[in-house]
């Protein structure tokens, strides 16, 4: 009985020590399976960084997307090969090395642009040149910005505005200041009364012939 239960508690522990002795899928003789692949997309014209670039595992479910930066960074395996795309850019592969030494690499991708160049094409708004002479000829154009700028701009017209219009929020704060400085002026004194000034005075009958104080309809 004794012979069996040790051979029963052999024939458990031989698979479990197998599986001891195998090597770790990150050191085997000092190489890495798994790689911390990190680094920067950039334009081949000016080195400026490429956001938002995938970068995928081909024939894989993993990779990732570049910062706002071109920085990239995630786990990938040895022997990876990298797909690079982006918008406007020929797609790029990087196989990652099988030969690294530890479990870190960096790499800075250049990325070219992806340029069509299409044929020239001119585009006119008539069939012909003739139809277009004429309808361009018929043309009623609008007044030249000049010419309204002139004619806005007339003495007679930018004073009748400036008569009709209300004083704006500088002029009204100009008025009130000026109230205000001519109480603090006067303060614990009578005002001055207009009625003994003979420059008023002038002032009034000069308003009274000009018809200043006659009843507008």
Same mark, same amino acid.
């Given at each position: ?9 052999? !024939? ?17 003789? *000092? /190489? ?5 692949? =990190? *680094? ?12 938002? &670039? =995938? ?14 930066? *071109? ?18 850019? $020929? =797609? #790029?592969?990087?196989?990652? @090395?099988? &030969?690294? !030494? $530890? ?21 006119? @708004? %008539? ?5 277009? /002479?004429? #309808?361009?000829?018929?043309? $009623? ?14 003495? #007679? ?25 001519? /109480? ?6 009578? @005002? ?8 008023? %005075?002038?002032?009034?009958?000069? #308003? %009274? /012939? ?6 507008? $309809?």
């Amino acid at each position: 009985m004794k012979k069996f239960i040790t051979l029963f508690i052999i !024939t458990l522990l031989i698979p479990i020590f197998s599986y001891s002795q195998k090597k770790s899928p990150n050191s085997q003789d *000092g /190489k890495h399976d798994l790689v911390q692949f =990190s *680094g920067v997309v950039v334009e081949g014209d000016s080195l400026k960084p490429v956001p938002y &670039t =995938s970068i995928i595992v081909q024939n894989g479910h993993r990779g990732t997307v570049s910062d706002y930066f *071109g920085y990239y960074s995630f786990v990938a395996q040895e022997g990876d090969t990298i797909e690079f795309s982006a918008i406007g850019f $020929n =797609s #790029a592969f990087f196989i990652i @090395p099988d &030969t690294l !030494t $530890n479990n870190k690499y960096s790499l800075i991708q250049v990325l070219t642009m992806d340029t069509v160049r299409l044929a020239i094409t001119d585009v006119y @708004p %008539w069939p012909t040149k003739e139809q277009f /002479k004429k #309808a361009f000829l018929a043309l $009623n154009l609008p007044e030249d910005d000049i010419i309204r700028a002139d004619r806005n701009m007339a003495r #007679a017209d930018v004073k009748e505005r400036m008569t009709g219009m209300a004083m704006d929020a500088s002029l009204n704060y100009k008025y009130n200041m000026q109230q205000y400085q001519s /109480k603090l002026y006067y303060a614990g004194q009578l @005002p001055p009364n207009n009625l003994l000034n003979p420059i008023a %005075w002038a002032k009034f009958i000069k #308003a %009274w /012939k000009n018809g200043d104080f006659k009843k507008k $309809n």
